[in-house]
T-cell receptor, first 112, second 112 residues
Framework: DTGVSQDPRHKITKRGQNVTFRCDPISEHNRLYWYRQTLGQGPEFLTYFQNEAQLEKSRLLSDRFSAERPKGSFSTLEIQRTEQGDSAMYLC??????????FGPGTRLTVT | DQQVKQNSPSLSVQEGRISILNCDYTNSMFDYFLWYKKYPAEGPTFLISISSIKDKNEDGRFTVFLNKSAKHLSLHIVPSQPGDSAVYFCAASANRRNDMRFGAGTRLTVKP
């Protein structure tokens, strides 16, 4: 069990650029979640997958955001046409069924 | 919508004493509650959980108490240790739904 990993750990991009983050969940965890955390706040749910199916999306996930989990293993989160308001920590978590969610270290995005 | 609230942004206690972190929620549908601990530059780490069918759950130095009528839960750490210094998040979900709601966190400092 190597834990949830995320790549990159930090990303600085210019407004208007596209960015993509990757999450590798704990093996044998069938659920994968994406959260966003801004300064002074707790994580906010964005979306989750059960295997390769994206089953729920928050209203926070605008049309510029897309997430995939093509083979039910790793997942990617893409943000198109980034805005300064997208600057945040993006956290990935995984779980076995509806059990406890285990978080990765996060990807810190800074949009300049 | 702040359905989970941690009204104390920070708490400082002496090593060996009890730390009590509080959390209030507004959604009466919440039936599963968790506490996570977060160190800088790391993702949240699961600490302890409680189902609404219980009013207490204990794991070593950590005990979570749930008062459903008051919509309040608390985390007790006894005895507190300097390594417990971190940000603690309270989280809640309804029917094991996957859009867990987090509080804004309480920064605990345990002084030697």
């Amino acid at each position: 069990d190597t834990g949830v990993s995320q790549d990159p750990r930090h990303k600085i991009t210019k407004r208007g650029q596209n960015v993509t983050f990757r999450c590798d969940p704990i093996s044998e965890h069938n659920r994968l979640y994406w959260y966003r955390q801004t300064l002074g706040q707790g994580p906010e749910f964005l979306t989750y997958f059960q295997n390769e199916a994206q089953l729920e999306k928050s209203r926070l996930l605008s049309d510029r955001f897309s997430a995939e989990r093509p083979k039910g293993s790793f997942s990617t989160l893409e943000i198109q046409r980034t805005e300064q308001g997208d600057s945040a920590m993006y956290l990935c978590a995984s779980s076995r069924g509806g059990g406890v969610e285990y978080f990765g270290p996060g990807t810190r995005l800074t949009v300049t | 919508d702040q359905q989970v609230k941690q009204n104390s942004p920070s708490l400082s206690v002496q090593e060996g004493r009890i730390s009590i972190l509080n959390c209030d929620y507004t959604n009466s549908m919440f039936d599963y509650f968790l506490w996570y601990k977060k160190y800088p530059a790391e993702g949240p780490t699961f600490l302890i959980s409680i189902s609404s069918i219980k009013d207490k759950n204990e794991d070593g130095r950590f005990t979570v108490f749930l008062n459903k009528s008051a919509k309040h839960l608390s985390l007790h750490i006894v005895p507190s240790q300097p390594g417990d210094s971190a940000v603690y998040f309270c989280a809640a979900s309804a029917n094991r739904r996957n859009d867990m709601r987090f509080g804004a966190g309480t920064r605990l400092t345990v002084k030697p």
